[in-house]
């Protein structure tokens, strides 16, 4: 007992260590700093160039989701190279800052007045915003919808998630509810990034003509690695390239100029040396002359992949989920998430109950599901037929399972919508059932609905409400039931029997935002 209050005691004394530690390297680094480090509403003037360049803009770092400031001058060079370069800087915290991620809309409020003082502060020279992530659609809020467009000459937005990240659906959907209440990441900065809400976000931004009054310039990463990372786990689940957090697809703008995708990952897009040559030639303190061109680039929503199972809840001791593998399945890939870091998963095999006990090593999570760790098995061509995973905390816990799929039988299941985003449609290229009277598909669903109002009160809703529908659905036809405007997040579990009479399961999870017009995104 002594033990491990002494044990507990030198946590504590270490986390107010570094407490400290960052909040005296922060009023180090700065000129000046308004406000108290590391609180939201804070911002600080770095250091001036030694020689600084009367002919360039002013720098304003935005930080992403549960990031602060630190994230462009830790383990980045970004702020040593743009004095090197002349520039004057600024670095803004954020709702995010103070431990409590909230929407672009109140970060975008916060961001506007922040634009305003340091606008004072260099006497009305024109500001260049550069976000990161998240950071990048509160800048729009600020400037487009809070209107301090005429404070700014360009906007530079790395690694945005301009259409929503996937990962931000993973983190509000009923499988992760348990795991994100615990870890404290179902917070309303990560449920403002969901893909449909997001959807609804660029349409009632991009017609704007404020849009037009600042040039947009958008930088991305394609590199989801290294194995068995937090990009790794990312970029499994995100279709299509990605940086392991954000899309290709979803870091374009229409009317942004994309600079460079590059080899980076989400923690080093944003890296001085990868981002600020790109753009520091771009950028002037000059407005844009004539009115930006689209690139008629659009984020269409097309057919899910279907090879991912999910599946969460609770945990006080042992957890168990068992799981189909159909035949010729050449891959699984096993992220067991826990609120707790474990060091080992036991994995039971199809047959004669054979088990094997594997030693994993948890990775914690940094992004959307900060706090979480994440312990990665990969099993080469596996036994079809039923799968057994335990694992055992001696605390109060949660977990999440997800298993990936290496199949061939990925490419004959599709899941789309059906006219409209309130609708959406389970396919196969194959019939339902088989020979041996096995029955139809059942679709099972939960839907989370968040009620918001947009732009109207300028917030997610705090209150979340379940609507549960485990039916066997014989046209495979999930609806999404209208309950007001608002933030529906749909989990689909499929279940059914291949033409050879092997069992499958397979997981979907989509957002969708109805507007107060009935109109889905």
Same mark, same amino acid.
């Given at each position: 007992m002594k033990k491990r209050s002494l044990g507990f005691t030198f946590a504590i004394v270490l986390v107010f260590a570094l407490i400290f530690q960052s909040v005296g390297l922060a009023n180090s680094l700065f000129h000046k700093t308004e406000g108290e480090p590391f609180e939201p509403g804070t911002f600080h003037i770095g250091t001036l160039p030694a020689e600084p360049d009367p002919n360039k803009p002013v720098l304003v770092?935005?930080?992403?989701?549960?990031?602060?400031?630190?994230?462009?001058?830790?383990?980045?060079?970004?702020?040593?190279?743009?004095?090197q370069e002349g520039f004057e800087t600024a670095f803004v915290e954020l709702h995010d800052s103070g431990g409590t991620p909230k929407s672009y809309w109140d970060n975008g409020a916060i961001l506007a007045d922040q634009l305003e003082q340091i606008s004072d502060y260099f006497n009305g020279k024109k500001l260049v915003v550069v976000g990161y992530s998240k950071g990048g659609v509160?800048? !729009?809020?600020?400037?487009?919808?809070?209107?301090?467009?005429?404070?700014?000459?360009?906007?530079?937005?790395?690694?945005?998630?301009?259409?929503?990240?996937?990962?931000?659906?993973?983190?509000?959907?009923?499988?992760?509810?348990?795991?994100?209440?615990?870890?404290? *990441?179902?917070?309303?900065?990560?449920?403002?990034?969901?893909?449909?809400?997001?959807?609804?976000?660029?349409?009632?931004?991009?017609?704007?003509?404020?849009? *037009?009054?600042?040039?947009?310039?958008?930088?991305?990463? %394609?590199?989801?690695g290294p194995l068995f990372s937090n990009y790794w786990f990312g970029g499994g689940f995100i279709p299509g390239a990605s940086d392991g957090v954000v899309s290709v697809a979803s870091a374009h703008l229409p009317y942004g100029e994309m600079l460079r995708i590059g080899n980076w990952n989400h923690g080093e897009v944003h890296r001085g040396s990868n981002a600020l040559p790109l753009f520091k030639d771009r950028i002037s303190t000059t407005k844009p002359m004539e009115m930006a061109a689209f690139d008629n680039f659009y984020n269409?929503?097309?057919?899910?992949?279907?090879?991912?199972?999910?599946?969460?809840?609770?945990?006080?001791?042992?957890?168990?989920?068992?799981?189909?593998?159909?035949?010729d399945v050449k891959k699984l890939s096993i992220n067991w998430m826990s609120a707790t870091e474990l060091t080992s998963v036991e994995v039971v095999r199809?047959?004669?109950?054979?088990?094997?006990?594997?030693?994993?090593?948890?990775?914690?999570?940094?992004?959307?599901?900060?706090?979480?760790?994440?312990?990665?098995?990969?099993?080469?061509?596996?036994?079809?037929?039923?799968?057994?995973?335990?694992?055992?905390?001696?605390?109060?816990?949660?977990?999440?399972?997800?298993?990936?799929?290496?199949?061939?039988?990925?490419?004959?299941?599709?899941?789309?919508?059906?006219?409209?985003?309130?609708?959406?449609?389970?396919?196969?290229?194959?019939?339902?059932?088989?020979?041996?009277? %096995?029955?139809?598909?059942?679709?099972?669903?939960?839907?989370?609905?968040?009620?918001?109002?947009?732009?109207?009160?300028?917030?997610?809703?705090?209150?979340?409400?379940?609507?549960?529908?485990? !039916? %066997?659905?014989?046209?495979?036809?999930?609806?999404?039931?209208?309950?007001?405007?608002?933030?529906?997040?749909?989990?689909? %579990?499929?279940?059914?029997?291949?033409?050879?009479?092997?069992?499958? *399961?397979?997981?979907?999870?989509?957002?969708?935002?109805?507007?107060?017009q009935g109109n889905a995104y």
């Open positions: 770092f935005v930080q992403g989701l549960t990031n602060n400031s630190t994230t462009w001058y830790q383990g980045n060079n970004m702020y040593d190279l743009a004095r509160d800048a !729009q809020v600020a400037l487009i919808h809070e209107g301090k467009h005429h404070l700014v000459s360009d906007v530079v937005t790395i690694g945005s998630p301009h259409w929503g990240s996937e990962l931000a659906d993973l983190a509000n959907s009923s499988s992760l509810g348990w795991l994100a209440a615990l870890i404290g *990441q179902n917070s309303e900065g990560t449920q403002s990034l969901q893909t449909g809400v997001m959807n609804y976000f660029r349409s009632i931004t991009d017609s704007r003509w404020e849009v *037009q009054q600042n040039r947009y310039y958008t930088i991305a990463g %394609n590199r989801a269409k929503t097309g057919a899910s992949a279907l090879d991912i199972l999910v599946r969460g809840g609770s945990q006080n001791g042992l957890a168990e989920e068992t799981f189909y593998v159909e035949s199809p047959g004669n109950n054979e088990k094997k006990v594997y030693d994993v090593v948890g990775i914690q999570d940094t992004e959307y599901f900060n706090g979480a760790w994440h312990h990665y098995i990969e099993i080469e061509h596996p036994k079809k037929g039923e799968w057994t995973i335990r694992t055992h905390t001696d605390e109060k816990s949660a977990y999440a399972m997800l298993v990936k799929f290496d199949s061939e039988l990925n490419k004959r299941l599709s899941f789309v919508e059906d006219g409209n985003k309130n609708n959406w449609r389970f396919n196969t290229d194959f019939e339902a059932g088989n020979s041996k009277g %096995n029955t139809p598909f059942k679709l099972f669903y939960d839907i989370d609905f968040v009620p918001g109002k947009g732009n109207a009160n300028k917030q997610i809703g705090h209150k979340m409400r379940n609507f549960r529908q485990n !039916q %066997n659905h014989e046209n495979n036809l999930v609806t999404i039931p209208n309950r007001g405007e608002g933030a529906y997040n749909i989990t689909v %579990n499929i279940e059914g029997v291949t033409p050879t009479g092997d069992k499958f *399961q397979r997981t979907v999870i989509k957002s969708v935002y109805i507007d107060d």
